[in-house]
């Protein structure tokens, strides 16, 4: 008997030593350790994806990476020291690719060593440049930034590790002076991801539409794309097997995609295997250009925030991916209150069909956000919007696309902004809410600021933000809701050139800075039989 106790403990001591924290007590026989609740951590790694800026030899470009200080970055439980950088999107040479160095001259080299050379140092040049950061960021609370210039500039495929990983963001934004691409170009880099919605592009012949895929990954991606109009499904021409090679991007003419011209069109890009990222750079003859980034997933009740005071005409593009129609209110929430666009309150959405809505001069002189809310509300079918936003008119038009956004949950930053020419819109559809807004320092000096901005119920405040003092170069904005209800935000930025007013607006997502950690609770039944 004695020797047969002694061995129970032995075994119960050698289960708790091989799981390091497994309970001594029988489940439910004395055991009084507590799950302790779900919490949050700041994130470890972080990916972003920025396009190739632009195809034409007038293009200028500026890049800007910032990661927020603050949550994540220091003190219990913060990660460790890292760094951010963005690199081209160009494949690696495998060690393996390069020509076998060995004593003996091979058969290709007695035939021509001086090409077994060559090769040997343009696979040496490529690594060195797929290697090479174009930005990189050390610590968070201060933006850094480089420019390129011409049609050369490639994509980018970025990773933040450490400190610099929660809420990183990086910025795009490329002036294009003259020609057909004319305009401003701003874009915040977007994360991989596997399913993408663009409402809002074109086949049309006055549209130059391509959506550009890059794969961040060591393994080649496989790509979809369709294309849904006002009356379905677009025959394809080809639209379904697109090969990403590794640390590659391609960027596809959705035209081309299609023998029909239709103006109002949906993509849908999908992956079959790895992941991408995807965004649509918009060209239309004599109007401007701009990028158009993936919607919100499909939903019932959808915010496109940060709507000009100036707008000249707003459009608005709407699909219904399921199985049902839809039908949907349309409001406006501008300064003051919400209210439904006079002989425009409601829009039904065909199942598998593209809708458009021209509300021509909706803000009238007030800046506001679109919301659309099921018209029964116990029959909500998902769908996804974007609106396509013109500032001025005739040769001096200007175009910019404002997608449907999620709430700004914990944290959203914008990371290039100005001394002059930002606008930050905040949308509260709900409650009545209270924004904490942070000016980080400046690239190249400036200290920052913190204001705070309460925005009322059902109504968009679009405000010029806070600027850090004594500013030299660029600077970010972090939005940080700190009380009552759910909050939309959108950041416009204009730079005028040659008397067009080109402008650019990026809405501003949840970074995703924490992930939620899993409880876990003493237990030895789950090492019994």
């Not at 909706?362 to 116990?378: D, F, I, K, M």
């Not at 696309?401 to 001394?419: H, K, L, Q, S």
Request: aromatic share 4%; charged share 20%; proline share 8%.
């Amino acid at each position: 008997m004695k020797s047969t106790h002694l061995s129970l403990i032995a075994g119960t001591v050698a289960l708790a030593a091989v799981t390091g924290f497994a309970a001594l007590t029988a489940p439910g026989e004395g055991d009084t350790t507590e799950a302790k609740p779900t919490s949050r951590l700041p994130v470890e790694r972080s990916s972003l994806l920025c396009p190739a800026p632009s195809g034409s030899d007038l293009a200028d470009t500026r890049y800007t990476s910032f990661t927020p200080a603050g949550q994540g970055a220091t003190g219990k439980g913060a990660p460790a020291e890292g760094g951010a950088e963005l690199k081209p999107a160009v494949p690696v040479p495998d060690d393996e690719d390069a020509p076998p160095e060995t004593d003996e001259k091979t058969e290709q080299d007695e035939k021509d060593p001086k090409k077994v050379k060559k090769a040997e140092e343009k696979a040496r040049k490529a690594k060195e440049k797929a290697e090479k950061p174009v930005i990189s960021v050390k610590e968070p609370g201060k933006p850094a930034t480089a420019e390129a210039s011409g049609a050369d500039a490639p994509a980018l495929v970025g990773t933040a590790t450490g400190r610099s990983a929660p809420g990183w963001a990086a910025q795009q934004t490329t002036v294009v002076a003259a020609g057909d691409s004319r305009g401003l170009l701003g874009l915040g880099c977007t994360a991989p991801d596997t399913d993408f919605w663009f409402p809002g592009v074109s086949t049309a012949k006055s549209r130059q539409d391509y959506i550009h895929l890059t794969n961040p990954d060591d393994t080649a991606a496989v790509a979809d794309i369709e294309l849904y109009g006002p009356e379905g499904l677009l025959k394809s021409d080809g639209s379904e097997g697109y090969t990403i090679q590794p640390r590659s991007s391609v960027a596809v003419l959705v035209p081309t995609l299609t023998g029909e011209a239709v103006d109002g069109v949906t993509a849908h890009v999908t992956t079959r295997t790895g992941r991408v990222g995807a965004v649509v750079g918009v060209a239309e003859d004599k109007v401007g250009s701009d990028w158009l980034t993936a919607a919100a997933d499909p939903a019932g009740t959808l915010v496109m925030p940060g709507i000009p005071a100036d707008a000249t005409s707003v459009q608005l593009v709407v699909f219904a991916p399921g199985e049902d129609d839809a039908d949907v209110k349309v409001q406006l929430m501008g300064g003051t209150a919400t209210f439904a666009p006079a002989g425009n309150d409601t829009l039904h959405i065909k199942s598998g069909m593209t809708a458009t809505l021209d509300l021509k001069d909706v803000t009238r002189g007030e800046a506001g956000s679109l919301r659309l809310t099921p018209v029964q509300s116990s029959r909500a079918t998902p769908v996804v919007a974007a609106l396509r936003v013109v500032r001025g008119t005739g040769a001096k038009q200007e175009i910019a696309y404002i997608p449907a956004t999620g709430p700004v949950g914990e944290r959203a930053t914008a990371a290039d902004n100005r001394a002059k020419g930002s606008t930050l819109s905040l949308t509260a559809p709900g409650a009545t809410a209270k924004v904490k807004v942070t000016a980080s320092a400046g690239s190249e000096g400036g200290e920052q600021t913190v204001k705070t901005y309460t925005v009322k119920a059902g109504t968009t405040l679009a405000v010029t933000p806070p600027v850090p003092a004594g500013l030299k170069g660029t600077y970010a904005l972090t939005v940080e809701p700190e009380s009552g209800g759910p909050v939309h935000a959108a950041r416009t930025l204009a730079l005028p050139e040659g008397g067009v007013q080109m402008f650019t607006v990026q809405t501003l997502a949840d970074d995703r800075g924490t992930v939620a950690v899993p409880a876990t609770k003493q237990d030895l039944s789950v090492l019994a039989d």
